[in-house]
Nanobody
Framework: QVQLVESGGGLVQPGGSLRLSCAAS????????MGWYRQPPGKQRELVAT???????NYADSVKGRFTISRDNAKNTLYLQMNTLKPEDTAVYYC??????????WGQGTQVTVSS
């Protein structure tokens, strides 16, 4: 059974940093694209960043220059380094993985709250 498990969320003050991780397991297929999405309170889920197996990245304009996505292909683990956090970054953060067999899987989400 494929599982993606996020960790690293929590409460942080404005201007602070957090590092999210997403560990994927349960499949022998490779993961072509991995991504981070977030759902702010009362809003729809939105793209944060994506990264291909070759390291090509894409970011939402709202996080460019503050967030960095990376992945360790050997460990099937995805990361999101979040710096200079703002209250509007408060959301549930989800990771996903698009596998070589055409299947898309999501994690269960981790809460990030930016507040003083």
């Amino acid at each position: 059974q494929v599982q993606l498990v996020e960790s690293g969320g929590g409460l942080v003050q404005p201007g602070g940093s957090l590092r999210l991780s997403c560990a994927a397991s349960g499949s022998s297929n490779s993961i072509n694209v991995m991504g981070w999405y977030r759902q702010p309170p009362g809003k729809q889920r939105e793209l944060v960043a994506t990264i291909t197996s070759g390291g090509r990245t894409n970011y939402a304009d709202s996080v460019k220059g503050r967030f960095t996505i990376s992945r360790d292909n050997a460990k099937n683990t995805l990361y999101l380094q979040m710096n200079t956090l703002k209250p509007e970054d408060t959301a549930v953060y989800y990771c996903n993985g698009f596998y070589s067999n055409g299947r898309l899987y999501w994690g269960q989400g981790t809460q990030v709250t930016v507040s003083s």
